[in-house]
């Protein structure tokens, strides 16, 4: 028997939103049946808050969330966001749904929703059924307008006028009978394409939008990306560039192509309002890529209007905040909204891009740890533009953020990326991020648990917690046998074993180890004999802080470091031609301070079981962050 308690006329409220209901609803799952679609997969599903029950859509966001059974008969799910489609029949589709529990049966006695339940044919989707019902009424119309004269008076000379059915050498219209198209407007004397709205008739807020029906629509560009290019299918180059415009509801993609990005690229603002009229076959369904809360995405063609709005009657902003202990039903659907404190800022960084139509060019990367106050931590990863709006000092200072179109990914368990479309907005004038900054002033709390596991730790090219050495014994660093955990250290050389094996020789392309074979070198992974080798580092390292010592393995890029760029084989022909400047250059990195990001994994040696750290990566200590992040931990000690 469930104990959870079902949201009272939830069912009434995805039909109709004057009827008032707790949110987010909590609703029983009593049946589910996959659409027969052609194009996309989806599934039908028969709701039930425990007096009324009804029929509801899937978006294809949540079609891995259902797939496969994984969600059965009896299922409590808490509804936290969906749509309804208003047309002939009306049409819920779910967005974001959670699980709560597995009930062992139906609960109360639940009856249809007479007359508002959608009635979905399988084999065809619900765009297909909305046009279907509308074309069979307008044709009705046009057959009984053809046998009924309509008398017209001419305004010149009085004369009645039978409009009946058209001659044979007249072309007879076919399909149903549409709204005439509106003239078009004049065109205006300035150059741009977009001239300032005079009316706000017949607006519809971004929730109501359908793909059934014309639409207009009025929001405020939140996002805009750079055009980009490619060769088109049937050869020629595609042009496309979209923005995110959101009103008092929620916030949808729009996408210009080819002639609409000459056209309107350079007149559309960032923070400016617009209205945007378009007709059907505009709005289809949004992938999972898409970056707005609407499941539908629109696509402006030569046929689009464009109005700008006055600056008083620009839509309100509004966020959908997810705490980052909830992002873990995010993951892989779509975007997410976040609020939340820069715990920590790494300076930036700029990788190559080795595949794809950008291989060989940069990007910039910059990673950071986010904390709010459910007391989790999770890693965001802004690129590009992004990446050079923060700095490092933002995390020394610890900046309220506030992010909008965010990608929840499962690097690492759980975390977070920019996309194109994404922004981000430091130190916000929001009630929430006001809320936020007190509590984060007024905790004690300096450690924090990363989202989707259980350890400390972060994961691979994340942003690592700070530690102390003593910390990896005492929280049981690198014990896991899932994956390892990653930390960043700031510790200082006090012993270097430069008697046992500190290089290997490799082959220059691959790496790999090799070995000599009288005066080549065999490359046994390979198969491949080689006429010279590479010798690259390998140092066993003792680093020292003021909890502890361990000893870390340190590779060649970050060893090169250590000796100020000297690489292997240099310090190989030293050994064997100058072995007093060999000695003292050995002698001359002891007791330097380094920041070095840790790699803790458990790894068994003849039966023995033990935790192995290597440094992953290391760069001398900045004396002027590390002095900020010191007097931070005094400050928060202190109250």
């Known amino acids: 028997m469930s104990t959870t308690q079902l949201t009272s006329r939830a069912v009434e409220h995805f039909f109709d939103a004057s009827i008032p ?6 609703v029983q799952v009593l049946g589910m049946k996959e659409l027969a679609l052609k194009d996309q997969k989806r599934f039908r599903i028969t709701v ?8 509801v859509i899937t978006t294809s966001q949540l079609t891995e969330f259902f ?106 219209p076919k399909g149903p009978a549409l709204m005439s198209p509106t003239p078009s407007p004049p065109k205006a004397e300035s150059v741009s394409p977009i001239s300032m709205s005079q009316s706000a008739d017949n607006l519809m807020p971004i929730s109501n939008m359908n793909p059934y029906s014309s639409t207009k629509i009025k929001g405020r560009v939140m996002m805009k990306e750079e055009v980009r290019s490619f060769n088109g299918k049937a050869g020629g180059t595609k042009k496309v560039f979209s923005i995110v415009i959101m009103d008092d509801t ?50 402006i063609n030569s046929k689009g209007v464009i109005e700008q709005c006055q600056d008083n009657d620009a839509p309100k902003i509004t966020y959908h905040f997810v705490p980052i202990d909830k992002m873990e039903p995010h993951i892989k659907k779509g ?53 050079g709006q923060l700095e490092e000092t933002d995390g020394t200072r610890h900046a309220i953020i506030a992010c909008r179109g965010i990608r929840v990914g499962d690097y690492g368990g759980c975390s977070l990326s920019s996309s194109r479309m994404s922004t981000i907005e430091l130190d916000p ?32 090219g994340q942003p690592a917690p700070r530690k102390l050495i003593s910390d990896i014994e005492a929280e049981g660093l690198g014990k896991s046998t899932v994956k390892p955990d990653y930390l960043s250290l700031t510790a200082s050389v006090v012993w270097v074993n430069d008697e046992k094996t500190w290089q290997y020789p490799s082959n220059p392309k691959t790496k790999t180890k090799v070995v000599q074979q009288g005066d080549s070198w065999y490359d046994e992974k390979n198969s491949e004999m080689l006429d010279t080798c590479q010798r690259r580092y390998i140092l066993p390292v003792s680093f020292s802080d003021f909890t502890g010592r361990s000893f870390l393995t340190v590779f060649d890029d970050d060893a090169k470091k250590i000796f100020g760029g000297i690489s292997a084989d240099e310090m190989w022909e030293m050994s064997n031609t100058d072995e007093k400047r060999f000695k003292d250059l050995w002698k001359s990195i002891m007791f330097k301070t380094w920041t070095i990001r840790v790699r803790a994994k458990s790894e068994s040696f003849q039966e023995e079981t033990r935790v192995k750290c290597q440094a992953v990566s290391m760069e001398p200590v900045n004396f002027v962050s590390e002095s900020r992040h010191l007097l931070e931990r005094i400050r928060r000690y202190v109250n």
């Open 21 to 26: 209901c707790e949110k987010p609803c909590i």
């Open 48 to 55: 039930s808050d425990g007096a009324k029950k009804a029929t």
């Open 67 to 172: 797939d496969n059974g994984k969600v059965p008969d009896n299922t409590i799910l808490k509804v936290n966001d969906f749509t309804l489609m208003v047309g002939a029949k009306p049409v819920v589709s779910l967005i974001d749904v959670e699980i709560v529990e597995q009930a062992s049966n139906v609960i109360g006695s639940p009856v249809s929703l007479k007359g508002e339940e959608p009635k979905v044919k399988e084999g065809s989707s619900p765009v297909k059924q909305q046009i279907a019902s509308v074309t069979q009424e307008s044709s009705t119309t046009v057959k009984e307008e053809e046998k009924t004269p309509v008398k017209a008076e001419n305004a010149n000379n009085n004369m009645e006028v039978d409009m009946k059915k058209p001659e044979a050498d007249s072309p007879t």
């Open 250 to 299: 929620m916030d949808v993609k729009v996408t210009f192509w080819d002639g609409e990005v000459d056209k309107y690229y350079d007149v559309i603002e960032v923070g400016k309002s617009y209205t945007f009229k378009f007709g059907m076959g505009a709005v289809k369904m949004g992938d999972k890529f898409n970056p707005a809360k609407c499941p539908y995405v629109v696509t």
């Open 335 to 387: 975007s997410v909204d976040v609020l939340a404190v820069l715990h920590e800022v790494q300076s930036s960084t700029e990788i190559v891009i080795k595949n794809g139509a950008q291989a060989g060019s940069t990007k910039s990367k910059r990673n950071c740890t986010l904390v709010d106050a459910s007391g989790k931590q999770i890693f965001l990863t802004l690129w590009d533009e992004l990446a």
């Open 429 to 460: 004038d929001l009630p929430e991020a006001k809320t936020l900054r007190a509590w984060y002033d007024s905790s004690s709390t300096s450690s924090f648990t990363s989202v989707g596991s259980g350890a400390t730790g972060g994961a691979a």
